[in-house]
């Protein structure tokens, strides 16, 4: 069974830091990318970055380049998000998902062209 699971969110505020975590099993996870991706209430859901398990290569959306970091774990198939310097328009839910036979990462993923989802994990960022 596929499963992808998100764990490392809550409130925080401004300025502070949280270590998003997605666990991956049921699948070859150095064949995927994997991406984080958030929904804020009322809302489309967008993507933040993603990372290559196989390579490394990296993606960052604009607003979070610079404070946001993302990075994999192959031994323990878990990708992070370490989401530095948050801003209270960072508050939404975070799901992480991942897309096979992505490399070479220079651009971003859609979200309709990942194959599994995680439930997501909710950052409120406090004034």
């Known amino acids: 069974e596929v499963q992808l699971v998100e764990s490392g969110g809550g409130l925080v505020q401004a300025g502070g830091s949280l270590r998003l975590s997605c666990a991956a099993s049921g699948f070859t996870f150095d064949d995927y990318a994997v991406g984080w991706f958030r929904q804020a209430p009322g809302k489309e859901r967008e993507g933040v970055s993603w990372i290559s398990v196989a390579d490394g290569t990296t993606y960052y959306v604009d607003s979070v380049k610079g404070r946001f970091t993302i990075s994999s774990d192959n031994a323990k198939n878990t990708v992070y998000l370490q989401m530095n310097m948050l801003k209270p328009e960072d508050t939404a839910v975070y799901y992480c998902?991942?897309?096979?036979?992505?490399?070479?990462?220079?651009?971003?993923?859609?979200?309709?062209?990942?194959?599994?989802w995680g439930k997501g994990t909710p950052v409120t960022v406090s004034a």
């Open positions: 998902a991942a897309a096979r036979g992505y490399y070479s990462l220079s651009y971003e993923i859609s979200w309709y062209d990942m194959d599994y």
